[in-house]
């Protein structure tokens, strides 16, 4: 990836950010070359912060880091896009966006995900997906298991409700084990568009 950091007198590129599910812009930093190198290897978008004068991994002290999933230079090679699951809100107002958008998806999937990924990493005593996280990899790949067959139970008989019921238990706890192993839906799809090939 060939990057023009001299293009500016200051050794930065502007880096826009956008949400790897939803595709909404969620802020816009800048990057030197060490910020580049710290978010390609740790995974976690890091600035240089020209107020602070360092490099700073958004959400060090929030706990919202933006994990990277796909870094492209435009054809210019001096603008750097981004796309990340964000952990929480991305805005140190608290807000989704740093335009005070709702980071919505018309993906239903996309957005549960998204709220899998924050009782796992914001857990709540009151959250059912927060306590189940609590008990380990063990009882939720034994609850996928649970669900599995209470669906293929389902399946035998005729009573539409009671498998869409099931198959929902399914699917959401599935999505928790994948969360659980540091994945989603989108990498199990990508296998899946490879073996189409």
Known sequence: MDINFQKSPDGLVPAIVQDAATFRVLMLGYMNQEALDKTLQEKKVTFFSRSKQRLWTKGEESGHFLLLQDLQVDCDNDTLLIKANPVGPVCHTGADTCWNEPNLSNDFLARLESVIADRKNNPSDSSYTSRLFAKG??????????????????????????FLNEAADLLFHYLVLLSAKGHQLSDVLAVLKERHK
């Open 137 to 162: 990899i063990n009882k939720i790949a034994q609850k996928v298991g649970e669900e599995a067959v209470e669906i293929v139970i389902e399946a035998k008989d005729n009573n539409k409700d009671l």
